[in-house]
């Protein structure tokens, strides 16, 4: 069902999958452990080729934001966020529950699912 290796499937879908029902996971390498995101085929630390996935805390911080402004008629301003997940990885989503400036460095954030266009994807809300 989650794309068992011996599938076609490639680990972005995979991990589309796992947000659809719920579960927030990423790919641990099995050779050095260093939790991967996104999602790949070879580990960017050590090259290899196995991983397991497994549920992450959804805990982490804001590593750094930029607010980026729309014009009226195009909706509400936003922010972008580099998020550090407590495992180790770094990924990009933004940061929601408060004013886009608000959002600091070193914030502590938590992590959940949201819908957008029919499509999962990680955000994140003030701890």
Known sequence: MFGEPDTEVGPDAIFRERLRAGRIEMQA????????????????????????????????????????????????????????????????????????MDVQIGMPVRARIETTDGEPLIVFVPV
């Open 29 to 100: 390498c099995e050779s050095c452990k260093r939790v991967c995101f996104p999602p790949r085929t070879h580990c960017a630390s050590c090259g290899a080729q196995a991983f397991k996935w497994r549920a992450i805390a959804g805990t982490g911080t804001v590593y750094a934001t930029t607010v980026v402004r729309q014009r009226p008629d195009r909706g509400p301003d936003y922010n972008v966020a580099l998020i550090d997940i407590t495992e180790g990885a770094r990924m990009m989503s933004r940061v929601e529950g408060i004013p886009p």
